[in-house]
């Protein structure tokens, strides 16, 4: 087997900024992205034994308060290589309804769609899945500790987590292939 090397790449402007904005999550059996091409996807529509529509649980973060990150895991020996992603999120304010939620969500296998700050979306999870392997929900010591989520969710890819659609075009969404919900809305 030949595994070419077919691009360069020239030093890129220093325009990116470092962090993530929020998450979206839906349980991965119930969502298929299609094929990734250079290295994204641009369909989201329903796995084929669920059908009908797809709802994404979107979770607002704090400034400055998660990271989304790719380790690169080979074995020389054994000639492997899969890619480690590893998404923490912080998210202020306990409260009854969010850890009744969270309880149920942390019990899936998820499809997670990391949206950066500077406005790409990565899907974590994109063949296997992402799940919580980690955190703790804690009310802090201090004044100023936070009153809140620590969140730690792990997958293992084959390949680095495809940059996905902008969910917050709606006439992108409108033309995917599942009809989709974004909740809460944009």
Same mark, same amino acid.
């Given at each position: 087997m030949s595994c070419d090397i077919q691009n360069g790449r020239a030093y890129p402007c220093k325009?990116? +900024?470092? !962090? +993530? @904005? =929020? #998450?979206l999550w839906v349980k991965h059996s119930s969502v298929d992205y299609g094929a990734i091409a250079?290295?994204? $996807?641009?369909? /989201?529509?329903t796995a084929p034994s669920t059908g009908g529509s797809i709802t994404f649980y979107r979770w607002e973060l704090s400034k400055n308060s998660g990271s989304f990150q790719q380790n690169v895991q080979s074995s020389v020996e054994n000639g492997t290589v899969y890619y480690e992603q590893v998404l923490t +999120?912080? &998210?202020? @304010? *306990?409260?009854?309804?969010?850890?009744? =939620? *969270?309880a149920e969500v942390l019990k899936n296998r998820l499809s997670i769609v990391v949206r950066? %700050? %500077?406005? %790409?979306?990565? /899907?974590?999870?994109?063949?296997?899945?992402? =799940? $919580?392997t980690g955190g703790n929900f804690g009310t802090g010591t201090a004044k100023g500790d *936070? %009153? !809140?989520?620590? *969140? /730690?969710?792990?997958?293992? =890819? @084959? $390949?680095?987590?495809?940059? !996905?659609?902008?969910? &917050?075009?709606?006439? #992108? #969404? !409108?033309?995917? &292939?599942? &009809?989709t919900t974004i909740s809460p809305g944009y």
């Open positions: 325009d990116a +900024i470092g !962090g +993530i @904005k =929020e #998450v250079a290295g994204a $996807v641009s369909d /989201v529509d +999120i912080q &998210t202020p @304010k *306990l409260s009854a309804a969010d850890n009744a =939620e *969270l950066d %700050n %500077n406005d %790409n979306y990565h /899907v974590m999870g994109y063949a296997t899945g992402a =799940e $919580v *936070l %009153n !809140g989520y620590n *969140l /730690v969710f792990t997958a293992e =890819e @084959k $390949v680095p987590a495809p940059f !996905g659609p902008d969910f &917050t075009d709606a006439t #992108v #969404v !409108g033309a995917f &292939t599942a &009809t």
